[in-house]
């Protein structure tokens, strides 16, 4: 189904001077129809790349150069496009492939394309929203949905296409354990259909899901494995910067008591809501200065959306908001972020200034922080960014772009971050950066508050907090709270 021999991808030059950047360097790969792989490798390896050429989009639509053998469905992609239908793309951002005015016309959109009948259209639609827990959310914009939901909305557009290959750029990544399990079915519906599936990505879980998969490094594949033996290839990954196990997460257990006068965090009585849907419904919550708080909940619980109102980004409809014994209510966003370093959950939002370097100067020089250049260069040492220092932040990977906006947020030295899933797009040597940062943290006494579906570190938290429908229905240790998110379905 899929046949690659000694392909070579590289992108134009960054400038006029400097060489092409090579990705793919004589790479070979071979799979037969109805067969499951995966293709890991560390942030930077190529493999959202490898998903574009695959899926014939690179470089037709992105630039550079390819050359080598590629067939996919016995179509040679070197010399034309595939045809219509014929290969599914799940992109890593999933809101860039979405552009409808509301889900279900988002799924319809593919079939009606390949001109498919009305009647047929419209047992699609339904069949998908159903397999993908999207019924009831079928009027609203994608725009206006969580990443979560918006990642399941794009697999659901392609699946109801029933494409004859599938090429998943991390899946799994930014879902709730539902969510996890609703794509986890879609794709075996599929392979059980015939769909070949490729993905790509950093966690070893993923390939217990597929029948074998390969090490992404230097351009090319290597060290095969399957789903059963992948236990024996951990240490190579491991190596590579692929993952890391828990055994090897620094200590993130209390270092300071907690001071709850004032406490950093104080909400009483928050209402939000977007148009006519409410989102907050009455949060009461407390937060002592020095506290590691992990917030876990399905996709669309608000969890966002509270976490916005935290830095004034949003605003109480009803409700007030005190961040260190002061009301948010007369402050700017700006002064506010003087206390709250606020990490959003996609990346590229926040990224705007013409180098690494500069993004991470930026909020330190606006706020007139002492130390700056120490601060940037610790910073920048701490999540690995010296080397791409300057290069524009937005051409960088998913996973580097991660990197640059909590480097962004380290070098405010705020008493109190936000973290609004911070772990997706990291591989292993990002997680390391990431957690030895938050040991960091408890080290100072600074206040955490984590949104997150990683449970092994919500589970590290001093306190787990569930919300649901836009309320908490749980708050305590996690040992007690995060079972809760199977009970209540969330």
Request: some cysteine; proline content about 7%; hydrophobic content about 40%.
């Amino acid at each position: 189904m899929i046949r690659a021999t000694a392909l070579h991808f590289q992108y134009p030059p960054r400038h006029t001077h400097e060489p092409p950047i090579q990705v793919l360097n004589g790479l070979d790969l071979a799979l037969e129809p109805e067969e499951s792989m995966v293709i890991m490798g560390p942030t930077g390896a190529g493999k959202s790349t490898l998903a574009y050429v695959l899926a014939g989009l690179a470089p037709r639509y992105t630039g550079g150069t390819l050359s080598g053998s590629l067939q996919v469905a016995r179509q040679d992609l070197v010399r034309s496009p595939p045809e219509p239908g014929t290969i599914g793309i799940l992109f890593q951002d999933a809101a860039t492939q979405l552009f409808n005015t509301s889900v279900e016309d988002e799924i319809a959109w593919g079939l009606e394309a390949l001109g498919w009948q009305a009647e047929r259209i419209t047992g699609a639609v339904e069949k998908a929203l159903n397999r993908f827990g999207l019924r009831t959310l079928r009027h609203r914009p994608p725009w206006a949905l969580s990443v979560g939901q918006q990642k399941r909305l794009a697999l659901a557009a392609v699946w109801a296409m029933q494409p004859t290959v599938l090429i998943l750029d991390e899946p799994f990544s930014g879902l709730d354990p539902q969510g996890r399990q609703e794509v986890d079915a879609a794709m075996t519906s599929l392979q059980s259909g015939g769909t070949t599936t490729v993905i790509m990505s950093s966690r070893p879980q993923v390939a217990q899901r597929v029948q074998r998969g390969e090490l992404l490094l230097d351009g090319v594949l290597s060290h095969p494995f399957t789903g059963e033996t992948i236990h024996q290839h951990l240490d190579r990954l491991i190596e590579a910067g692929v993952c890391l196990p828990t055994s090897q997460w620094p200590d993130l257990s209390l270092q300071h008591p907690w001071c709850s006068d004032p406490p950093a965090v104080e909400i009483q009585g928050l209402h939000f809501g977007y148009e006519r849907e409410e989102v907050l419904r009455g949060i009461t919550l407390q937060i002592p200065s020095g506290q590691f708080i992990a917030i876990v909940g399905q996709n669309g619980a608000g969890k966002s959306t509270l976490a916005r109102h935290l830095n004034g980004l949003l605003r109480p409809q009803r409700g007030k908001i005190y961040i260190l014994g002061r009301s948010t209510h007369d402050r700017a966003t700006g002064e506010i972020a003087r206390d709250v370093g606020f990490l959003f959950q996609r990346p590229e939002r926040q990224l705007f200034a013409p180098t690494v370097y500069e993004e991470v100067a930026y909020g330190v020089r606006q706020l007139a922080l002492p130390d700056a250049e120490a601060r940037v260069q610790d910073a920048l040492e701490a999540f690995g960014l010296k080397e791409v220092a300057d290069l524009p932040p937005a051409l960088l990977g998913w996973g580097l772009q991660r990197s640059v906006t909590l480097a962004s947020l380290a070098a405010l030295e705020t008493p109190i971050v936000v973290l609004d899933e911070p772990t997706v797009g990291l591989d292993g040597r990002g997680m390391a950066q990431l957690l030895d940062w938050l040991s960091r943290l408890r080290r100072e006494g600074r206040t955490i508050i984590l949104i997150t579906h990683e449970l092994p570190l919500a589970a590290r938290a001093d306190r787990a907090i569930v919300l649901a429908q836009g309320q908490i229905i749980a708050d305590g240790p996690p040992s007690q709270t995060l079972p809760r998110l199977w009970e209540e379905g969330a």
